[in-house]
């Protein structure tokens, strides 16, 4: 059973360019969370969405985010016109329903981005 | 806001020994708690939940506590080993939100 899969594990930007992170969740897994965390800190949520629907995006900056998870293939981060402040590891949870007490999260092992 | 803290310092401690981890949180009302570890340049891995109706959770060498009064868990480890270091993450959770909200994580080093 493969895991949550992310790519690219690094991806470096220039300011101003855009950036895509993907992730694959487990196989039967129809609910994922994309999370953000800077050194030193902990997991900060940015969204939560199920096939084809932004459930929750609370998190996620108003400006320059956007999040997807299509049908078919993998849910997708995108960040646009970079800037410094970017940089950070992003990773993705699936659960095949919304987390809860019977349902944690199983993470992927992150995309880092490092903005120049 | 919802605050949760985790001790920032890391947390040393020799083989053999039990290592405790500290989790406080304020404003908030979790129906559960979750731990998770997370090893340098991975995801975190899902350990042990607790319920807010539950007082303690054991799961093979590692034990959970969960007290809403003082709004605190504590999270176990007994006869410590060198591959038990790693950071130890806690997260809340309700039941009206569909989200986890984690702590800053806390490193544990076990010296052999």
């Known amino acids: 059973n493969a895991g949550v899969m992310q790519n690219p594990r690094h991806l470096v930007r220039r300011r101003g360019q855009e950036a895509r992170l993907r992730c694959s969740p487990m196989k039967g897994h129809s609910h994922v969370y994309w999370y953000r965390q800077l050194p030193e800190e902990g997991l900060k949520f940015m969204v939560y969405?199920?096939?084809?629907?932004?459930?929750?995006e609370s998190g996620m900056p108003k400006e320059r985010f956007s999040a997807e998870f299509p049908k078919e293939g993998p849910s997708i981060l995108r960040i646009q016109q970079v800037v410094r402040g970017d940089s950070a590891a992003y990773f993705c949870?699936?659960?095949?329903?919304?987390?809860?007490?019977?349902?944690?999260?199983?993470f992927g092992n992150g995309t880092r981005l490092t903005v120049t | 806001s919802q605050k949760i803290e985790q001790n920032s310092e890391a947390l040393n401690i020799q083989e053999g020994k039990t290592a405790t981890l500290t989790c406080n949180y304020t404003?908030?009302?979790?129906?559960?708690l979750q731990w998770y570890r997370q090893d340098p340049g991975r995801g975190p891995v899902f350990l042990l939940l607790?319920?807010?109706?539950?007082k303690e959770k054991r799961k093979e060498r590692l034990k959970v506590t969960f007290d809403t009064t003082l709004k605190q868990s504590l999270f176990h480890i007994t006869a410590s080993q060198p591959a038990d270091s790693a950071t130890y993450l806690c997260?809340?959770?309700?039941?009206?939100?569909?989200?986890?909200?984690f702590g800053q994580g806390t490193t544990l080093q076990v010296k052999p």
């Open positions: 404003n908030y009302s979790p129906a559960y």
């Open positions: 997260a809340l959770g309700s039941s009206n939100t569909g989200k986890l909200i």
């Open positions: 607790i319920r807010e109706n539950e």
């Open positions: 969405l199920q096939k084809e629907n932004i459930i929750d």
């Open positions: 949870a699936s659960s095949p329903n919304r987390v809860s007490m019977n349902s944690p999260l199983h």
